[in-house]
């Protein structure tokens, strides 16, 4: 992203205070599991941790059409979930992104324990200065980071710049409701690490960078619903051995709580959405 160091340094201690790779590995041993026999399905307790879960990925997929061979630029890859999943599950090549060094490192060790090496890798770098060559990707991909960007004009310049004509972005994202949101949550641990933006405000700055519209999928009520789950089973059987406190573990139940606030009292929404580059 295209912000100052302070503020690049303030969102890594969000995301990932201390050893991430170190605290997965405790994790993993903590439930009983041993890294060197990991499966995706394990894995996936804690490496999809955007609001919707692996089943959001698996509906974004299928939703923009993602087909084998496709090329695929996952930006704000966390520690690689979701390309695993692209991956794996519908033939994709897929190279992440993150800003967050931290996360790249346990993205390359976790692709490398679950022989998915060869197709995903990860990159430590930028939204807003992708370091992909022009027209080089069929996909752009993002779940969940657009609320962590503050130049969002830049970003969507980016993502036309890399996509070949034709190509497609496919994003999650949360989006500005009414009314101040709660905090912390799970993208910023006060106002000051969030940029959120109401839908139109993000439509219209995606037109503004030559992408058309494809999809635009509100899925705030299936997001909800999901969070009342989670909140129930946090609540019945207490913390989890491995969930997003693997990789987040601050606050990590007040942050599900606001969430879940935030979407039933419309403060934030989910959406999904489907962009083409075209010419």
Known sequence: MNVAPPLDAALARHYAPGDVWTRIVERLHAAGHDPATLTRDVAAQFDEFHGGGRESTRALARYVGLA???????????????????????????????????????????????????????????????????????????????????????????????LKPGGLFAFEAVVAGTGDAYYPAFWAASPALSFLVDAEVLRTTLAAAGLVERGWLDNTTQV???????????????????????????QAAEKMRNGLRNNEEGRTRAIQGVYGRVG
């Open 68 to 162: 084998p061979g496709l090329r695929v630029l996952d930006v704000g890859c966390g520690i690689g979930g979701p390309a695993r999943t692209l991956a794996a599950e519908f033939g994709a090549d897929v190279t992440g992104i993150d800003l967050t060094a931290d996360f790249v490192v346990a993205a390359r060790r976790l692709s490398a324990l679950l022989d998915l090496a060869d197709r995903t890798h990860f990159v430590h770098g930028s939204a807003t200065r992708l370091p992909i060559a022009d027209a080089s990707v069929d996909v752009v991909w993002s779940q969940n980071m657009l609320m962590n960007v503050p130049d969002k004009t830049l970003f969507a310049a980016e993502v036309a710049r890399v």
């Open 224 to 250: 909800v619903e999901l969070g009342r789950r989670r909140l129930a089973a946090l609540h019945r059987d207490g913390p989890p051995k491995l969930d997003i406190g693997a990789i987040v573990p601050e």
